[in-house]
């Protein structure tokens, strides 16, 4: 493609892979194929909820048939409600769906009131795989990644699951200690947030603490020491940022910035394309001494870094992730 032509979302493919931040199809359609497709509960409701039309007719017996599946297996998963059943089968279908237009993996974020339990946690992850398995035997479960909020706890259920061979990522990443948790603990992807997740909540609020130098000392720490996990980089709220991470490992992208990246000619952009890993880490020195063979040590660790603002910032993450995990289950209760 000549220079001309290029835009700015065929350039970023030059520099980084890009996944996209969405299951509607449609978007993976016009723009892809992606790589991975990245989800959470916020973006499964907003994909269920849909007022078109047609999609409102696909959703009403996608949310049925889920159902359906949620009541057939009140014996093999006895100490889950149908709901939280129901929404988990939507998600895989959601993820099912999406994934002919994609090169590498689905993603299906666990239930976020787990985030403090690790067997609930593996259990949660492990009838995503069972649930796959039960709605299209012909699909790779290889090709799913779960997702999982970066807390001690989480990670533990990292470690079991990548040891089955089931692809993580952990979620919510803001700061160095989850950074090498995550890596120590053998996840496939940390999914850094480069802004808190609440500006996608709230139009007034704007973070203040970005997540750039966490990214760029993570990926340095990772090829330094052979690491196979990947920084995938989240929660971006401008062609800005999204430009300044090109030559992050991955990049997941919302759909209006990626139509806004598209519509973009890349010979006409001025911005400081890969910024943040032209420069050295700040924290490059700090990130070895952070221990995460002991428990205690690594929360105290997390719980003072940047004085108190890394945790309260996953926190709040988990803490939106919940309320959209509740309405996701008021949903199916209104089909019930």
């Excluded at 032509?5 to 892809?32: I, M």
């Excluded at 985030?115 to 479960?141: E, M, W, Y």
């Excluded at 470690?159 to 603990?185: D, H, M, R, W, Y």
């Excluded at 519509?263 to 006409?268: E, Y």
Aim: with cysteine.
């Amino acid at each position: 493609m000549s220079s001309t032509s290029q835009n700015l979302l065929d350039l970023l493919r030059t520099l980084s892979t890009v996944d996209c931040d969405t299951l509607d199809v449609e978007v993976a359609k016009q723009l892809g194929p992606f790589v991975d497709c990245t989800s959470n509960q916020a973006i499964a409701y907003n994909e269920l909820t849909k007022t078109d039309v047609e999609d409102n007719l696909i959703n009403q017996r996608l949310i049925t048939d889920s159902i359906a599946y949620a009541k057939s297996k009140t014996n093999d998963f006895a100490d889950v409600d149908v709901k939280e059943v129901a929404v988990e089968a939507a998600t895989v279908k959601l993820a099912h769906s999406i994934a002919p237009y994609l090169t590498g993996y689905s993603h299906v974020q666990t239930n976020p009131k787990y985030s403090f339990d690790t067997q609930k946690t593996l259990a949660n992850a492990l009838r995503f795989v069972a649930i796959s398995r039960d709605l299209d035997p012909g699909f790779d479960v290889k090709r799913l990644c779960v997702k999982i909020p970066t807390t001690w706890e989480g990670v533990q259920a990292c470690k079991e699951l990548e040891k089955q061979g089931i692809a993580t990522l952990a979620t919510a990443v803001n700061s160095i200690p989850q950074s090498i948790l995550a890596s120590n603990f053998g996840c496939t992807y940390i999914g850094l947030y480069i802004n808190d997740l609440r500006v996608h909540f709230d139009a007034s609020y704007v973070d203040e603490n970005k997540g750039f130098h966490v990214g760029n000392s993570a990926q340095r720490f990772y090829g330094k020491h052979g690491q196979r996990t990947q920084v995938l980089a989240a929660s971006l709220t401008s062609i800005q940022e999204v430009m300044m991470l090109a030559g992050v490992a991955h990049i997941t992208v919302s759909p209006p910035l990626l139509y806004e990246l598209s519509k973009t000619p890349a010979n006409t952009w001025k911005g400081d394309v890969g910024s943040v890993f032209k420069t050295a880490s700040s924290e490059a020195q700090d990130i070895d001494a952070v221990n995460t063979e002991d428990e205690s040590t690594w929360r105290l660790a997390f719980s003072k870094d940047k004085d108190g603002k890394s945790e309260t910032k996953l926190n709040d993450a988990i803490s939106l992730f919940t309320d959209k995990q509740d309405a996701l289950e008021s949903l199916i209760a209104s089909y019930l």
